[in-house]
């Protein structure tokens, strides 16, 4: 355990919201990663509507504006720099911010994305998906607006069921072959943790998020769809292989009791 006191919350359902287990789910953490999938849906939005095209290239970034007026611009702290991200300046794809967003959950695609498509847009997202108790404010990094603004990344275990549920039934955007691009980049995550224990075969996707004595996950198993199964753990105040594991027990729980 870590010096901050224990908290667990799960949320079981189905991708058309029929609630199989809940506990805690509308208590807030900070967000860590997880709200990085607002921002993939609010490209994928822009893309169906015609404004933006995945072969458009922004330049890469390793220094960022604060949202509060005045404040310096920043870079992020180096725990927390992706260093496979081309020099500042080389010329990025939408596509490939996008996946080292999801994938790698590169903080510094993140802000390149989140300051292209601007805060409505994954506010609305969020909106259009149900998401409750789930936020996103502010980029990475950006410790002038953390302290300006308190808490403002935030999210609920319900909120990012809702979340997940909205964008593997294609509620979120009208474009089945960008539903299937996002699907395919939450198929392609490097650090699971709920489906750690899943059977070999059981088809999943997810997006994790962790910081220190902070760490979550949220999921769907089987084939996407009304009926696919979607779980979300968030944890605080725990060492980080410890929240590791009792994320994967809850995965194989959840597994164990619905199936796919």
Known sequence: MTDQEGRVAHHI???????????????QFYAASTVKLAVLAALAREVAQG????????????????VVDGAPDYRLIPDDVDHGMPAPGEPMTLAEL????????SNEATNILFARLGQPAVGQ??????AEGVSMGRQYGDFAAAK????????SAAGLTSLMSAVITGRLC????????????LEAQE?????????????WGSKSGSVDGVRHDFAFFGE?????????????????EAAGELITAIGAAAYGLAGV
Do not use: K
């Not at 404004?51 to 604060?66: I, Y």
């Not at 996407?224 to 980080?240: F, I, M, R």
């Open 13 to 27: 359902v189905r991708a058309d919201g029929r609630v199989l287990s809940s506990r805690r789910a509308t208590a």
């Open 51 to 66: 404004t933006a095209d995945l072969a458009d290239t922004l330049p890469s970034q390793d220094t960022f504006s604060s």
């Open 98 to 105: 996008a996946r080292r967003m999801i994938v790698i959950s």
């Open 125 to 130: 997202v969020l909106s259009d998906a149900g």
């Open 148 to 155: 300006q603004l308190g808490p403002v990344n935030l999210v």
């Open 174 to 185: 009208p474009d089945p072959n960008l539903n299937a691009w996002m699907i395919g980049l």
């Open 191 to 203: 650090f699971p943790a709920l489906s750690r224990s899943l059977p070999a075969g059981v088809r």
């Open 224 to 240: 996407p769809g009304p009926d696919a199964l979607v779980v979300a753990v968030c944890t605080s105040g725990y060492e980080h």
